[in-house]
């Protein structure tokens, strides 16, 4: 994303790297963009599973309230406040006002933080784009529960309640609210179902803690050429 920021280009499109797009995914993202004239904070394609099911680990959070944006259903968009990175299209002015993704969040929910930054903080409506449609080739269907997660897992738990205490903290009472109640979910999960429970119950504490302590940076960019458009 720095890369195609600083090389001047528009439009970036951004993906996993088991990410398979239809051959008209692309197409459906600009379709939108010039339905919503540019005036978005970002596009999210409809993520499936390999077997056409709905992919669970990146489901979109539809907008509350969204009822001002209803006749855009006519075009397939649903206004989101958060999405996943597996297919995330957006502008690079956008990225130039609102930041590149924190890096230190490592391999947790930097894509979460990030589009929650534009839509909530930044309060530019987003949208998912029902007509652009990816394919995300995990192993497993799954969503995340560190009560149930594979042991050699559980390790990745601790970027998940480290780098969310600062994701919520940074959206005031509300956020804190919802961070403490998903942590008190996490540790009813871990008493009731989890499978051993101390190694479970370490890195839901340790993420906890660390999280009071962890302040990030955004870093800014600016483009230094003047390109068109690029897949990232």
């Not at 996993?16 to 963009?33: F, G, I, R, V």
């Not at 339905?35 to 539809?62: A, E, F, H, I």
């Not at 397939?76 to 230190?104: D, H, W």
């Not at 995990?138 to 994701?167: C, H, M, P, Q, W």
């Amino acid at each position: 994303m720095r890369w195609a920021v600083e090389a001047g280009y528009d439009y970036i499109w951004v993906m996993d790297d088991d990410t398979l797009p239809q051959p008209d995914a692309l197409q459906k993202l600009l379709e939108a963009d010039e339905v919503l004239k540019g005036s978005y904070g970002w596009l999210s394609s409809v993520v499936l599973w390999t077997d056409g099911s709905d992919c669970k680990m990146n489901r979109q959070k539809p907008k509350k309230g969204c009822q001002e944006y209803f006749p855009l259903l006519q075009y397939g968009l649903v206004q989101a406040e958060q999405a996943t990175f597996v297919s995330l299209f957006l502008r690079a002015e956008t990225i130039c006002r609102f930041g590149l993704p924190i890096k230190e969040f490592f391999i947790w929910g930097d894509d979460i933080e990030f589009t929650r930054r534009i839509a909530i903080r930044g309060g530019l409506p987003s949208f998912v784009a029902g007509c652009s449609q990816v394919v995300h080739a995990t192993k497993n269907n799954v969503g995340s529960n560190v009560a149930l997660d594979d042991t050699a897992r559980i390790g990745r738990y601790f970027y998940a309640f480290r780098n969310e205490a600062y994701l919520y903290r940074q959206e005031g009472i509300k956020g804190r609210v919802r961070c403490t109640a998903m942590r008190c979910r996490d540790f009813l999960r871990i008493a009731l179902h989890g499978k051993p429970k101390l190694v479970r119950f370490r890195t839901l504490l340790h993420g906890i803690w660390s999280g009071f302590f962890f302040y990030p940076e955004v870093e800014h960019i600016q483009p230094r050429n003047k390109k068109s458009s690029c897949i990232v």
